[in-house]
């Protein structure tokens, strides 16, 4: 089985995120890049997969060129090779032009499954999976918990509010994982060594044959028009129970239109 | 905190530094005043670090000395403490390069496997700390192998590890042309063997570190390693390894106590101002730095003409001792910046300033280091 997983180098989760001041992007410099968290339980599900049966993982990742970093760090944790476009037209893609030109990378190399994960700490749409799915033309089998695969059929649990819906398709297929499917392995002494010599395509648009009109930010479907720092929380409210907490709660909530 | 900018190096960080980041300062002090970090080690060998250091033929990581000295460098970075660690690293280093096939393939394997620990080395005795010929306990041939008696101190970890490697005398110094003949190395099972007693000794920071009695213990002819008579000169051999991997421990202290103050000093406001705005609080934590940097160096120097088979004996020695005041330093500069809170355990900045002050005088203590540069380096009369 031929996998490719999608991975997104963001800003590290726990660093302050600030944008930049010339075009109102995500200011990618100022804290260290990390793979995206969720990213990490796809490329495991994916090297789960492969360990079980047979195939190769392949990496796939749209982004500048430290995002190589995130790429290293997957082929360290076991997957066989990379594919990294980079190119300064895509600097201010949207979700739309980003899964144009991941379904670009995708298309004619053959995958069978596609993973990802279920959304970026950084953007949070939680659409990318979906459009690229739409655009390739494959089944898109989202948010799963479990996948299973038995011969050219993928089957998943897919979480929901209640519970969870049994989705099948037949491969090519695109899945996207939630943290509840599994717990992403550390990269090993070895790993880290080996992913030294793995090899890494670097892409460009062109290379990729993507249509420079429909990425960047000028074909961007909103725009960023003003933006402020955010106001340091205020302090709470602290009530202290004399015999009236309950009502002091109530008026508090009462006020705020909670209830 | 970074010291050189190594990007070769970053992922090696990084994944040393993702299991790190699982056992955070809470972790370390729990362990408080002497439990085992048996969760830390158990990780850190899963993911082959702890192996980094034995051949791949043997089932190891095959590392450099410099990639194992990062990878210490960044456990100490980290936070955590790193001894149970380097122990496990490179303890292994006398089979491996003295032992014979079969110790290699019987232990080898399951050294990088987990299965089997090898983390005590006994050398020093109540009698023998610097002065390592002096060591007592004997070992004596009785049919189908040895007979040891005599006494060891400090023998760190020894209740946490399946293995011991032990120098002991096997020929009466009066016997010897000098001191140094006559020694040797074994390596003793101590699952196996009866008559040993250890007892641990309370210390300064959590190091496990205990004194071992050896009473007619039996041990089978296939415990020695190396040549009979030549064990001193086949643990001499492993120093330089050693003090390379103690000067990484103590850069990564430096760089966790600096980067530590350093925040402190931004946010901690006093008369009006944070703290690093004054030079009494700014210079300690520079000329710290500067330290830090300059033992960087000499310890990349000396770990890369380790790799390169050169000998690196006075790198080696510098490193280390560079190393070890420099974060030193650091460690005093921490405890000041941060007033008060310096000695509150919840800070860590006190744990560390325990635990880093042991490089000074362990495993080899400064003024050694200075005596071999005196000697060897600048041709000065022996002074010791
Ligand atoms: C926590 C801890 C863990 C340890 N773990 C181990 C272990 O696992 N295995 C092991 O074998 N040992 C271990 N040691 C022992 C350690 O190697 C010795 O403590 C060290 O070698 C110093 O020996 P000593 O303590 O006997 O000091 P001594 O040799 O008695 O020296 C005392 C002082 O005299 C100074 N001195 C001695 N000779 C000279 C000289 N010629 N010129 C100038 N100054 C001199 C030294 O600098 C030192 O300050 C450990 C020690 C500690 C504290
Ligand atoms: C064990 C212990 C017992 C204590 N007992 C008591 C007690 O019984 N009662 C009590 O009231 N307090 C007590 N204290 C608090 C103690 O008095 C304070 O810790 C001390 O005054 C320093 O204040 P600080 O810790 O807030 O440090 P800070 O004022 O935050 O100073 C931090 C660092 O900045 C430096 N610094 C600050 N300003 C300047 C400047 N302008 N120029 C140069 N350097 C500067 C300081 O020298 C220090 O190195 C105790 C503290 C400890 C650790």
Known sequence: MKIAVCVKQVPDTWAEKKLRADDSTLDRESADGVMNELDEYAVEEALRIVEAGEGEVTIVTMGPERASETVRKALSMGADAGVHLVDDALHG????????????????????????????????????????????????????????????????????????????????????????INEPRYPSFKGIMAAKKKPVETISVADAGIDQSVIGASAAWSAVVDFAVRLPKAAGTVVTDEGDGGVKIAEFLSAQKFI | MKLSELPEY?????????????????????????????????ELTAAGYLAALIPEEYGGGGASLTEAAIILEEIAASG??????????????????????????EFLPKIAAGELRLQAFGVTEPEAGSETTAIRTKAERVPDGWRINGQKIWTS???????????????????????????????????????????????????????????????????????????????????NAERILIASECLGDGRFLLERSVNYAKERVVFGKPIGANQGVQFPLARAYAQLRAADFVRLEAARK???????????????????????????????????????????????????????????????????????????????
């Not at chain 2, 496990?208 to 643990?235: R, S, W, Y």
């Not at chain 2, 000041?336 to 005088?361: C, M, N, P, S, W």
């Open chain 2, 10 to 42: 970053d992922d090696l960080r990084s994944g040393v530094r993702q299991i790190c980041d699982q056992f955070p300062g809470q972790y370390w002090r729990d362990l408080e005043p002497d439990t085992y970090p048996q969760e830390f080690v158990t």
């Open chain 1, 93 to 180: 893609s949207d979700a739309l032009a980003t899964s144009e030109a991941l379904a670009k990378v995708l298309s004619g190399r053959g995958f069978d499954l596609i993973l990802f994960g279920s959304e970026s700490t950084d953007a949070r749409m939680s659409v990318v999976p979906a459009m690229v799915a739409e655009r390739l033309g494959v089944a898109q089998l989202t948010f799963a918990q479990k996948v299973t695969v038995s011969g050219g059929a993928i089957t998943i649990e897919r979480a929901t509010d209640y519970g969870y819906d049994t989705v099948e398709a037949a491969t090519p297929a695109v899945v996207s994982v939630v943290e509840k």
């Open chain 2, 80 to 105: 955590g403490n790193p001894a149970a660690c380097h122990a496990q690293m490179y303890v292994m280093g006398t089979v491996l390069r003295h032992g014979s096939a079969a110790q290699k393939q």
């Open chain 2, 157 to 239: 970890r020894a209740m946490y590890s399946d293995l011991m490697l032990l120098l002991a005398r096997t020929t009466a110094v009066e016997q010897c042309a000098k001191p140094s003949d006559g020694l040797s190395t074994f390596l003793i099972d101590m699952r196996q063997a009866t008559g040993i007693t250890i007892n641990p000794i309370k210390t300064m920071m959590n190091h496990n570190t205990t004194e071992v009695f050896f009473d007619d213990v039996i041990v089978p002819d296939d415990a020695l390693v190396g040549v009979e008579g030549k064990g001193f000169k086949q643990i001499l051999d492993g120093m």
């Open chain 2, 306 to 384: 380790y790799d390169a088979h050169l000998p690196c004996g006075e790198e080696a020695n510098m490193a280390k001792y560079l190393a070890s005041e420099a974060s030193w330093a650091a460690a005093n500069a921490a405890i000041d910046t941060h007033g008060g809170f310096g000695f509150a355990a919840e800070y860590d900045i006190e744990r560390k300033f325990r635990e880093t002050r042991l490089y000074q005088v362990a495993p080899i203590n400064n003024n050694l280091i200075l005596a071999f540069l005196g000697q060897h380096a600048l041709g000065l009369p022996k002074s010791y």
